[in-house]
Structures are given as C-alpha cells and as structure tokens.
C-alpha cells in the first residue's frame, strides 16, 4: 500500500505565506507525476501545480508568480510554497502521486487526506 501524509496547512493573514508537504511512503518503486490540487466550499477539486520526476512544472493561471512546487526525489516528496496569500486561496489542499510499485507494474493514483488552508482578508 502506499500512503501520502501532507502537512503544512493553516490559518493566515491575506499577504502571507505557507509551505505544504506531502510524504509517501509504503510499497514505492517509483513516482510518476505529482501535484496538488484544492476543493474549496461548494467548487470542484482543481489543478493547482504539478510537477514531473524532472521538474518541470505547470501552474493553473490564478497561482502563477506566487505559488512554487517543487519536489525532493529522495525522500518522495513534494512541496508546495504559497506566497502572497488571497482569501480565495481558502480551500482544503490534497497532494496526489501517480506511483509505481514495482517494475513492470502498472501506475495508480494516490491521495493525500487533505489539509485545510485558510486565509484571512
């Protein structure tokens, strides 16, 4: 089994910052893609980065210039640095891996619990 822990969430003042993490762990042989998304009250989940086993990296257009993932191969982790906080950045923020468990397996998805992100005008 694999398991992804995130942690980093919180309560902030508009114009601050956060940094989010997620770890996996368990039966790993390799990940694929990881990225975090976010589901705020009554809106569907969304991409919010995302980034490759080289990092290259893609951002939805409303975190561009202020949200940074990046990722540490060695520990499977990934991160997520969240500057210039808006209020509508206020949702619960789930990491997800695309993992390989064993050589010639095949790929699943992964999810975190989520942890929730709020923050004040």
């Known amino acids: 089994q694999v398991q992804l822990v995130e942690s980093g969430g919180g309560l902030v003042q508009a114009g601050g910052s956060l940094r989010l993490s997620c770890a996996a762990s368990?039966?790993?042989?390799?990940?694929?893609?990881m990225g975090w998304y976010r589901q705020a009250p009554g809106k569907q989940r969304e991409l919010v980065a995302s980034?490759?086993?080289?990092?290259?990296?893609n951002y939805v257009d409303s975190v561009k210039g202020r949200f940074t993932i990046s990722r540490d191969n060695a520990k499977n982790t990934v991160y997520l640095q969240m500057n210039s906080l808006k209020p509508e950045d206020t949702a619960v923020y789930y990491c997800?891996?695309?993992?390989?468990?064993?050589?010639?397996?095949?790929?699943?998805?992964?999810w975190g619990q989520g942890t929730q992100v709020t923050v004040s005008s």
């Open positions: 997800k891996a695309v993992v390989l468990r064993s050589y010639g397996g095949t790929s699943l998805q992964y």
């Open positions: 980034i490759t086993p080289g990092s290259s990296t």
């Open positions: 368990g039966s790993i042989f390799s990940i694929n893609n």
